[in-house]
């Protein structure tokens, strides 16, 4: 095989391919080779390096995405996860500048989805609705039998054992050793290894933990409230531990409500329960501006987008002059003529006014470089507002007039504005 046909020379050209029943990977500066379904092992190795090391790549079923670890944005407790999906029933009208980087995502997407075809249809359904370490759920199954039946009776413990050495301490590579033991005992002394109460209590509320809600820094967070018996109580109280509930379980956001708001949140639909958690950071960040969040507490859903609605309308019309003096840093990235960014504190405040929302709030961390906003035109009216970690850029929340959500296409499209926007800033990502 010459140089030219060698995957690996190709190393800073990004994109995916199948060869040889091996699946390609690459980005500007590494190369992934995948062993797929059910050998389910995977190497890397830099444009500069001649040695293949082991790893476990960021798999996502339902998008067709592979990529390296942690390459995606981080998750931390209390953070509202912003999916940007591939719409593969409508075609996406999109810009003619921006069609040509979408047809490319839906042909790589679709070649991944092709490629892990091989994994059943049942053990599918079940891992793609896991956020995150899909692969590593996947390994487990494939290589340890008996995983599959915990996995059925309880997602939340197999998704622990199946990351077994982040709650354990020990060496990751000698995960399978240490899964293969554990996963033949009793579920409550699955959970004792893993650092969860040995009970039967704790494995109902691991039980009844939405996969959707399966995030290991949440479920870290978890160990320690189920070590407290006020909270461990509650929780085995709530009819079911949703993302959502999640966020506010794991999170500083916790001591603001009461068990009857968590009940109440509980039992709302995944949509509009996700409006509320919005809606509680927004109503408390608020608060702190005006110096009046230190008995904050909510009891009902209702209670707080009443508060909420109250302080948008006072940051919105009493608190011009003050918003009026900060002063706005340049946009991270460049806008287009439907999706533009917020330079100033006016069109922010207007942005607010005319949404209905609390965006105006937002101007002390655009000001200090946290935070900044664009207005979304089309395919329909929308506030997109992107956030800072560290030195990178990632969706922090999508929302239309008064907090809904958007649609599919509009998330679609904002998709395919980022990656074009990525990609010419040279910022390293393969999709």
Not at 264 to 289: I, W
């Amino acid at each position: 095989m010459s140089n030219r046909d060698d995957p690996a020379q190709i190393a800073f050209r990004p994109g995916v391919a199948v060869k040889n029943g091996k699946f390609y990977v690459f980005s500007r500066s590494r190369v992934i080779v995948i062993r797929g379904w059910p050998e389910m092992a995977a190497w890397t190795r830099s444009a500069t390096q001649r040695q293949w090391t082991r790893v476990r790549p960021d798999l996502d079923l339902a998008n067709g995405q592979v990529a390296a670890v942690n390459s995606r944005q981080r998750f931390q407790p209390g953070q509202t996860l912003v999916t940007i999906p591939v719409n593969r029933v409508t075609p996406v009208e999109v810009p003619e500048e921006h069609a040509w980087l979408h047809e490319r995502r839906l042909r790589e997407r679709q070649l991944a989805t092709d490629y892990f075809a091989k994994v059943p249809d049942d053990v599918r359904s079940m891992v793609e609705a896991f956020p995150a370490r899909q692969w590593h759920v996947l390994a487990m199954l494939a290589r340890c039998e008996g995983a599959l039946d915990l996995l059925l009776t309880n997602p939340a413990l197999a998704y622990c054992l199946a990351t077994c050495w982040v709650f354990t301490g020990s060496p990751s590579k000698t995960a399978m050793r240490q899964i293969r033991r554990l996963v033949a005992r009793r579920r409550k002394n699955v959970a004792g290894a893993l650092g969860f109460p040995a009970t039967d209590s704790a494995v109902a509320v691991l039980a009844k933990t939405d996969r959707r809600a399966c995030a290991v820094p949440w479920l870290l967070s978890l160990r320690q409230r189920l070590g407290e018996p006020e909270a461990h109580k509650t929780l085995l109280h709530l009819p079911v531990l949703s993302a959502p509930v999640m966020t506010i379980v794991c999170s500083g956001l916790r001591s603001f409500v009461a068990p009857s708001f968590l009940h109440q949140l509980a039992a709302a639909s995944t949509e509009d329960s996700e409006v509320h958690v919005r809606l509680l950071g927004d109503t408390l960040r608020m608060l702190r501006q005006m110096d009046d969040s230190t008995n904050a507490r909510f009891w009902s859903l209702r209670q707080l987008h009443r508060t909420h609605n109250s302080l948008v309308e006072r940051i919105n019309c009493e608190q011009t002059d003050e918003l009026l003096h900060y002063h706005f840093p340049g946009p991270p990235l460049p806008g287009t003529e439907q999706i533009v960014p917020l330079c100033e504190p006016r069109a922010l405040l207007d942005e607010g006014r005319t949404m209905h929302h609390c965006a105006a709030s937002y101007a002390p961390d655009v000001a200090a470089g946290g935070a900044y906003f664009y207005r979304v035109l089309a395919p329909e009216r929308a506030t997109l507002l992107l956030r800072r970690e560290g030195s990178q850029w990632g969706v922090g929340e999508i929302s239309g007039p008064c907090n809904q959500r958007v649609s599919a296409e509009t998330l679609c499209r904002i998709g395919d504005w980022l990656s074009l926007s990525w990609r010419a800033a040279g910022i390293d990502t393969p999709f």
